[in-house]
């Protein structure tokens, strides 16, 4: 046998012996519902999974001065990340600008996105009525919902995004 070999045989005699050493598979702890809840919230283009709750845009403004300002500007433009308003009527220019208003097909995944990932040093950190409020403010900086309609589990599907039929389905229905 190559000293290669001598090298390989031993090692898996230790990799062997290391496995067995588990009597079971180490897939961590069972979990409860509530676990299941925590990391289960998806929200469809159709509302579903939307929490109870609301808020509107006047709501929504001085949370967004609190937590998203700073990285995302005054209005939702101009900050030092993505501008999240404006860009409407840029998409078939040599210069789109692609923001939730100009772009994003469904209003329900900005609750989804805001709730999930933002703000970006706090992620999970806001309140359901604060999502539902900023969703709404920055829904009206862009024009599409106005300052005073309440988005809810019931209201915000129905809000109807400017370039919600200019997406292309890209499998073959069968
Ligand atoms: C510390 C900086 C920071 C803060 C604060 C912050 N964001 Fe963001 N935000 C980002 C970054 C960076 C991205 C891009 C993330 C990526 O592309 O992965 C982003 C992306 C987004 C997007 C998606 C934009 C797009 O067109 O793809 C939305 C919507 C958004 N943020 C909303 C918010 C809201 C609402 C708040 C306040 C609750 C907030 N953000 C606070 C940094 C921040």
Same mark, same amino acid.
């Given at each position: 046998?190559?000293?290669?070999?001598?090298?390989?045989?031993? +090692?898996?005699?230790?990799? *062997?012996?290391?496995?067995?050493?588990?009597?079971?598979?180490?897939?961590?702890?069972? =979990?409860?519902? #509530?676990? $299941?809840?925590?990391?289960? @919230?998806?929200?469809?283009?159709?509302?579903?999974?939307? !929490? /109870?709750?609301?808020?509107? *845009?006047?709501?929504?403004?001085?949370?967004?001065?609190? /937590?998203?300002?700073?990285?995302?500007? =005054?209005?939702?433009?101009?900050?030092?990340?993505?501008?999240?308003?404006?860009?409407?009527?840029? +998409?078939?220019?040599?210069?789109? =600008?692609?923001?939730?208003?100009?772009?994003? !097909?469904?209003?329900?995944?900005? @609750?989804?996105? $805001? &709730?999930?990932?933002?703000?970006?040093?706090?992620?999970?950190?806001?309140?359901?009525?604060?999502?539902? *409020?900023?969703?709404?403010? $920055?829904? @009206?900086?862009?024009?599409?919902? *106005?300052?005073?309609?309440?988005? #809810?589990?019931? #209201?915000? !599907?129905?809000?109807?995004?400017?370039? &919600?039929?200019?997406?292309?389905? /890209?499998?073959?229905?069968?």
């Amino acid at each position: 046998m190559s000293m290669r070999s001598v090298v390989l045989v031993g +090692l898996l005699a230790c990799f *062997a012996t290391m496995v067995q050493a588990d009597d079971k598979p180490r897939l961590g702890v069972s =979990v409860d519902e #509530t676990a $299941i809840a925590a990391s289960n @919230f998806t929200i469809l283009p159709n509302g579903e999974g939307l !929490p /109870a709750g609301g808020g509107d *845009a006047t709501e929504g403004e001085p949370v967004y001065v609190r /937590a998203c300002l700073a990285c995302h500007g =005054v209005k939702g433009q101009e900050g030092m990340n993505d501008a999240l308003v404006g860009g409407h009527g840029t +998409l078939t220019g040599d210069l789109p =600008v692609r923001t939730v208003g100009s772009y994003w !097909p469904y209003a329900t995944t900005l @609750f989804d996105y $805001i &709730r999930r990932a933002m703000p970006y040093t706090a992620p999970g950190s806001l309140a359901d009525n604060d999502v539902y *409020a900023l969703t709404a403010y $920055i829904l @009206f900086l862009n024009g599409i919902v *106005a300052e005073e309609d309440t988005m #809810t589990a019931e #209201t915000l !599907p129905d809000v109807r995004m400017p370039n &919600r039929d200019n997406f292309v389905w /890209a499998y073959t229905p069968r």
